[in-house]
Structure formats: structure tokens, C-alpha cells
């Protein structure tokens, strides 16, 4: 059965055992905080989330808008291929639709930037 969030996902593929194996780590949205608690050495980083008794500090309200400017490209990159859906007419394998996808990432922030 296909997992309803991206959480679920995560979880089912052990993402976080294959980030750790390769020393990489993820930037995510407030979605992950069940992943993200690392401890010294949290692979995956998410902003930090206010509730009605506790408001966030203005370190924490930074920290957020540091996080969100390292994602917005990734964002809105997945979002101009997602438009343009490169994804359902890709025909190829894994390991070429990830250079692919990265190649297209890059050239259409390139293009945004310009």
C-alpha cells in the first residue's frame, strides 16, 4: 500500500538510516518534526513551530527565515517540473531521471536568477 505522506514514506524507506549511512542530511518543512528529533547529530532540519501558550523567539522566527531561503529554490524547482510535468512523461531509469532532474533544477534556477 502507497504511504499517504511523505512521513510515511520516509519512514517505510528508512531514509534517515540511508542519510546517516552516507553523512548527508535534508532540510524540511514543519511536516517532519516527527523525523527530525536527532538529538547532537539531527539529519534531518526543520524550522521550529510555534503552538497558543508558546510564541517563537526571535532567534527562533530567524533561524525559520534562514531555513525557508535555503529551501525556496529546491521549492520552487520542484514546482516549475511538477508544472511542467516532466515527471510523468520521463521515460528512464532512476539513476539518469536523478541527473536529469538535478540538471533541470539547476538551469531552471539559473534561468529564474538571471
Known sequence: MKPRHLVAAARRDHILTHLRAAGLGALADLGFLDLAHGGDDPVIVTGYKATRARKLTPGEK??????????????HGCARLKTWRILTKLRTGPA???DLLRALL??????LSR
Request: hydrophobic letters at 50%.
Open 106 to 111: 539547476i538551469l531552471s534556477n539559473l534561468e
Open 96 to 98: 539518469r531521471a536523478t
Open 62 to 75: 530567524e533561524a525559520n527565515r534562514i531555513l525557508a531561503a535555503a529551501r525556496a529554490p529546491v521549492e
